[in-house]
């Protein structure tokens, strides 16, 4: 049932993008979620857009008719699409129909999955775009507790392959901080779309090392080492892979770890050093998906009591992380 919203967010031209980036919080960067290129350039249109304030009236009230509706007109949607005003409803009509059913999978940290439509509504009307997305996404829009990705989106849309927009995206979480750990390939399948919700490959081919590697992984990055020059991969010695190197049980792949750095990781923004970033350093380190850097190691040891206070588990499971991240550290330098 389409509910009526009393509150519109509307763009009308670039000037209405007020930033070069857009935020896409960490739950998201690390959702099961299957989009194609089309698809997650409306997502990041809307993300780019996306302000907590815009929800300020449905906190408060809880009625579904104060969830914000954002409208995008045909003068920015022509901009961002790269496309006329006559070939707009013809380019996005049918990765919008898409969108409507695409559900996102939300992991936890034991390992159980939710399953989440992206939006409630999608319509193109007279040239302007409107979207409604999930109330129950809330949490994951905001990303309050584990931070964000901060996605340039100029670059992110001149990227024209599927996996080279997911490989960015999660490349972009550590522009300012930490490092991404070794991804296992069943990490690396559900991250770059290619499961189903019952967690199995879409493709058969795909259980092949060599044509996941071939196949996604290799042209990812060839495309946004070309396209992005704040970026910078390394070959692996080993190998010779450039960008990345295996990660093996006994003769066997078993994951990927991404070989790269930032050129300028100042360019948005440094994490300040406070309870909140603890608590962030905390999240992060828990949730074994970031390495954070030495500064921020120092930093929740310093605020380690607040966070002990606050609730947080610090037993024996937190310790061997927080030891195992400092001896990190120590073999980066």
Request: charged residues 25%; glycine residues 6%; hydrophobic residues 35%.
């Amino acid at each position: 049932m389409n509910i009526e919203s009393n509150h519109i967010v509307s763009s009308r031209n670039v000037r209405d993008i007020k930033k070069d980036f857009f935020k896409k919080s960490h739950e998201l960067v690390f959702s099961q979620l299957s989009l194609s290129p089309i698809q997650h350039d409306v997502f990041a249109l809307f993300l780019s857009r996306f302000e907590k304030e815009n929800w300020d009236e449905y906190l408060q009230t809880g009625d579904l008719k104060d969830i914000p509706e954002y409208e995008f007109h045909s003068d920015l949607l022509s901009s961002w699409f790269k496309a006329s005003k006559g070939h707009l409803s013809t380019l996005l009509k049918k990765p919008c129909q898409g969108l409507a059913s695409s559900i996102v999978g939300i992991p936890s940290e034991d390992g159980d999955f939710r399953f989440i439509p992206l939006f409630s509504d999608i319509k193109y009307k007279k040239g302007m775009l409107s979207l409604v997305p999930n109330y129950k996404l809330l949490d994951a829009f905001i990303g309050a507790s584990k931070g964000h990705s901060l996605i340039p989106h100029k670059e992110f849309r001149d990227l024209k392959l599927e996996s080279s927009k997911r490989l960015y995206t999660i490349l972009c979480r550590f522009k300012t901080h930490g490092k991404l750990h070794p991804q296992s390939l069943s990490q690396l399948y559900s991250l770059f779309g290619l499961v189903d919700e019952s967690g199995k490959l879409k493709k058969k081919t795909y259980s092949v090392t060599g044509n996941f590697i071939s196949r996604i992984i290799k042209p990812a990055i060839e495309e946004i080492d070309r396209l992005d020059p704040e970026i910078k991969f390394f070959v692996d010695a080993t190998t010779d892979n450039y960008g990345f190197s295996y990660q093996k049980q006994g003769r066997k792949i078993s994951g990927i770890e991404f070989l790269f750095e930032w050129k300028s990781n100042n360019s948005i923004g440094k994490v300040e050093l406070n309870y909140d970033s603890a608590v962030n350093t905390y999240c992060e380190l828990m949730d074994l998906k970031l390495l954070p850097s030495e500064v921020e190691l120092n930093n929740l040891k310093n605020h380690l009591a607040d966070v002990v206070l606050a609730g947080f588990d610090t037993g024996p499971d937190f310790i061997k992380l927080f030891k195992e991240a400092q001896e990190a550290n120590k073999n980066m330098t």
